[in-house]
């Protein structure tokens, strides 16, 4: 086996493990008896976190594979069979009443439609977008542009989550043989996307018994200005909706240690047609502060917050 591989399967058998505990049996994913995207039932095959995990992730041996975060992938491991399954059809609601946010895509940047004409090798693209909406429109690119998914999805889900990763777990379900069909193309030197939920900041801090979820793109899973040189990647591009005034505030220092490495930062919008890119105004990067955000035990993020009077966590 290749051996990164078998670090990475390693890691998720001891997650898995640390995750029982936190672990809730009214959690729902999907809907068990929906089709998949190809309209089948092979998203049946993927229930399992290492296979999920693979056809989402990387090419092996590619420099991006340590990237590619585990948390979302290894929860699938606990959740029953029978509560777990793809998005339910269009128009229709998830099981816990929200309705999936990949509508929010327009034609041209859905599975099927063509390639941006700016994809290429030496481009790594930043693709933020509201839940599910970013695993949908992360079809369309790997399928139409050939390009390496690496998912950053660092937070586990919970049925008292301040997210809901688990909406975008059904989706990466819903895809995942769409997927499997296009990674037949790709290479380690194809084109890196960074798939991001752009709501991982949440709106608020968790209340006591809630389930704090909430997560950012820390270091750890942002890759350096040497690392994208040394790859061959020459610029970044921040696709993304509506993205004026600026994008997710925790990419603005990553994007102006780039900007003043030489790795020239592009935003586009997904909403229009023909996605023109345009250029990261270069600025001091605002103040991010990450210290109300929950680390997990089990690593990620994830952790129920105590009541005033309790003395631990979940």
């Not at 290894?74 to 816990?96: E, K, L, M, Q």
């Not at 043989?177 to 790709?186: G, K, M, P």
């Not at 586009?268 to 103040?287: F, G, Y």
Request: aromatic share 8%; proline share 12%.
């Amino acid at each position: 086996m290749w051996q990164p591989l078998s670090r990475v399967l390693e890691v998720l058998g001891r997650i898995r493990i640390r995750f029982a505990g936190l672990f809730r049996q009214d959690l729902t994913v999907g809907d068990s008896s929906a089709a998949d995207a190809e309209g089948g039932q092979v998203w049946r095959s993927f229930l399992f976190a290492e296979r999920l995990y693979d056809v989402w992730g990387p090419m092996p041996e590619s420099p991006w594979t340590p990237f590619h975060c585990i948390p979302l992938f290894a929860a699938v491991d606990r959740v029953p069979r029978g509560r777990i399954g793809p998005t339910p059809p269009p128009g229709s609601t998830a099981a816990n009443g929200k309705s999936p946010q990949s509508a929010i895509l327009p034609d041209h940047a859905r599975p099927g439609a063509a390639a941006p004409a700016w994809m290429s090798p030496k481009v790594l693209t930043i693709l933020d977008l509201p839940g599910p909406a970013c695993v949908e429109a992360a079809a369309w690119l790997i399928a139409a542009s050939g390009c390496q998914p690496v998912c950053t999805f660092n937070n586990w889900p919970h049925a008292k989550g301040l997210l809901r990763p688990e909406l975008i777990l059904a989706e990466l379900l819903r895809w995942a043989s769409t997927i499997s069909e296009a990674r037949r193309r790709l290479t380690p030197a194809s084109p890196p996307l960074w798939i991001c939920a752009s709501e991982r900041l949440g709106a608020r801090k968790g209340r006591p018994g809630e389930f704090d979820n909430r997560y950012f793109l820390e270091d750890a899973v942002l890759p350096g200005p040497g690392l994208l040189k040394a790859a061959g990647i020459h610029r970044v591009v921040y696709l993304t909706h509506d993205p004026a005034p600026a994008p997710v505030i925790d990419l603005d220092g990553y994007f102006f240690d780039l900007e003043t490495a030489g790795i020239p930062v592009q935003i586009a919008d997904i909403m229009e047609p023909a996605l023109t890119l345009r250029p990261w105004v270069t600025r001091p990067p605002r103040r991010f502060s990450a210290s109300s955000f929950k680390r997990s035990s089990a690593g990620g993020f994830g952790t129920t917050v105590p009541e005033p009077s309790s003395g631990g966590g979940g």
